[in-house]
């Protein structure tokens, strides 16, 4: 069965750094997603991105937030300096032609020191 | 803003125990509904959905959720429950009718399964 794959699975990082946390969509998939689970607490939708461009947005994805998809394959999420408060699972999704079915990866755990 | 409520924070069951898991959606619009499931150090799994039609769907390992639109309910069911079936469950909605593909999520139920 064809799966959303992450990378890396986990990553500690200092506050005040920039992490890029990539993703592997499924292949034939159209519609990106980000979303994050603080530990403790419920998942929250971060972005969507479709056609090369983001869709929607949650408050939580303020100008610190980037997502990109630089080759076709890969979409990314970059935190530009991040905070502890993003100390977070953040979880990667993928949706076919209506988007309409969400399939997530494994999660990148981030850790901020 | 629509919500999600699911208001069991933990369930217990012994095996062969029916399982009833409740979720209930603030929005009034048209909506699609998600269980997926979470076991222990894996990713979030698509249980079931529904989008229209029969409001009782049927997902993989013997789940199946009623819609409910009156209520605003999506319950989540099973009529013997495994071992194997201990896990974190979520409910999430999307709001089609509003043409957007986000999902709401509520707080999840952690099931624990005891042999």
């Known amino acids: 069965e064809p799966e959303v794959t992450q990378t890396p699975s986990h990553q500690v990082t200092q506050m005040g750094q920039e992490v890029i946390l990539r993703c592997v969509p499924i292949?034939?998939?159209?519609?990106f997603y980000w979303y994050r689970q603080i530990l403790g607490q419920k998942v929250e939708f971060l972005v969507s991105?479709?056609?090369?461009?983001?869709?929607?947005k949650s408050e939580i994805f303020d100008d610190q937030f980037s997502v990109e998809r630089p080759d076709g394959s890969n979409f990314t999420l970059k935190i530009r300096s991040t905070k502890l408060e993003d100390s977070a699972m953040y979880f990667c999704?993928?949706?076919?032609?209506?988007?309409?079915?969400?399939?997530f990866g494994e999660g990148s755990w981030l850790t901020v020191v | 803003a629509q919500s999600v409520s699911q208001h069991n924070h933990h369930v217990i069951l012994s095996e062969a125990a029916s399982l009833e898991l409740g979720c209930n959606y603030s929005?009034?619009?048209?909506?699609?509904l998600f269980w997926y499931v979470q076991y222990p150090g894996q990713h979030l799994q698509l249980l079931l959905k529904?989008?229209?039609?029969?409001?009782l769907v049927k997902g993989i390992k013997g789940f199946e959720a009623e819609f409910i639109k009156s209520k605003f309910s999506f319950n989540l069911r099973k009529p013997s429950v495994q071992w194997s079936d201990t896990a974190e469950y979520f409910c999430?909605?999307?709001?089609?009718?509003?043409?957007?593909?986000?999902?709401?999520f509520g707080k999840g139920t952690k099931l624990s399964v005891i042999p």
């Open positions: 999704a993928s949706g076919g032609n209506s988007g309409n079915t969400i399939y």
């Open positions: 292949s034939n998939h159209l519609y």
């Open positions: 991105f479709y056609n090369n461009e983001i869709s929607e």
């Open positions: 929005y009034g619009g048209t909506v699609n």
């Open positions: 529904y989008f229209s039609g029969d409001p």
């Open positions: 999430a909605v999307m709001n089609s009718g509003a043409g957007s593909y986000q999902l709401t």
